[in-house]
């Protein structure tokens, strides 16, 4: 499945292999537009072309029934031989960074280095996620003509203000006033199982790895890390101070940094 970009370009022209940015569960190449350019312009990092892509079932890119982690590398699979002259660095978050993985244990000869932001290769509890989906699905759409107008139905079922905002950033609203999810929330759903588990992928990518996890984040544990060490041998981990499971939001600026000197250093 071809998936929608958004592509940052490089003030001048790079031959650097361009680099692919995976968002998370319910996020969307948009919530990525910040980072896109500045890694992108050159100043913390070697200019270079920024692709972020929305994943199935969400954004802009088309629907499908299956969203295990194979389907979703497929797509990046797909992608970056059509955008990216079949070989790129890759960044993915949380269910992004999963997909990623499995994108570089199946296709290693499509990732040149790979960035794998507050997740690991194991299987998490739901973490609430059901209940978020269910909230979703509960929105009376009918009554909803702009975004705030969803937020008081959310409120029960998310009772994070940050949450129900990084949500909503979802819900689209037609020029005619019609409001829709851009998430496909049943396959979602029916999939939440392979999306919060790992597929049990093995394989070995030896490329340069990076591990980057929020400090104040349990996702990415030590107990983890026989598990990763495993599968990518040569990964390296970096924790961003005062950051959870959200840390390119929560911490923008260290995250580039970070992530822009390991590209620097490891290029």
Do not use: F
């Given at each position: 499945m071809r998936l929608n970009t958004i592509?940052?370009?490089?003030?001048?022209?790079?031959?650097?292999?361009?680099?692919?940015?995976?968002?998370?569960?319910?996020?969307?190449?948009?919530?990525?537009?910040?980072?896109?350019?500045?890694?992108?312009?050159?100043?913390?990092?070697?200019?270079?072309?920024?692709?972020?892509?929305?994943?199935?079932?969400?954004?802009?890119?088309?629907?499908?029934?299956?969203?295990?982690?194979?389907?979703?590398?497929?797509?990046?699979?797909?992608?970056?031989?059509?955008?990216?002259?079949?070989?790129?660095?890759?960044?993915?978050h949380s269910m992004g960074g999963k997909a990623s993985?499995?994108?570089?244990?199946?296709?290693?000869?499509?990732?040149?280095?790979?960035?794998?932001?507050?997740?690991?290769?194991?299987?998490?509890?739901?973490h609430g996620h059901l209940a978020y989906i269910r909230a979703m699905k509960g929105v009376d759409l009918s009554t909803v003509n702009r975004r705030a107008a969803a937020e008081p139905q959310l409120r029960?079922?998310?009772?994070?203000?940050?949450?129900?905002?990084f949500l909503l950033q979802s819900l689209a609203v037609e020029e005619d006033g019609t409001a829709r999810w851009k998430l496909n929330l049943d396959a979602l759903e029916a999939h939440m199982p392979d999306i919060v588990g790992w597929p049990g992928t093995e394989g070995e990518f030896t490329g340069p790895t990076l591990f980057v996890h929020g400090a104040n984040s349990d996702y990415v544990g030590p107990e983890a890390r026989p598990q990763i060490k495993r599968l990518f041998p040569a990964a390296r981990f970096v924790a961003v101070k005062e950051a959870g499971h959200w840390l390119h939001a929560e911490q923008p600026e260290a995250f580039v940094q970070t992530v822009g000197g390991w590209l620097k250093a490891t290029d």
């Open positions: 592509i940052a370009e490089p003030k001048t022209p790079s031959d650097l292999p361009p680099l692919v940015i995976v968002h998370g569960l319910y996020g969307s190449a948009k919530n990525w537009g910040a980072i896109s350019k500045r890694l992108a312009q050159g100043n913390v990092c070697p200019a270079r072309r920024v692709v972020a892509v929305d994943l199935r079932n969400h954004g802009d890119s088309p629907w499908g029934e299956d969203a295990s982690y194979p389907a979703l590398a497929s797509d990046l699979a797909e992608t970056i031989e059509a955008e990216c002259g079949g070989r790129a660095d890759v960044l993915g993985m499995q994108l570089a244990l199946t296709r290693p000869e499509l990732v040149n280095r790979l960035i794998a932001a507050d997740i690991a290769p194991v299987a998490y509890e739901n029960d079922g998310v009772p994070d203000r940050a949450l129900r905002a």
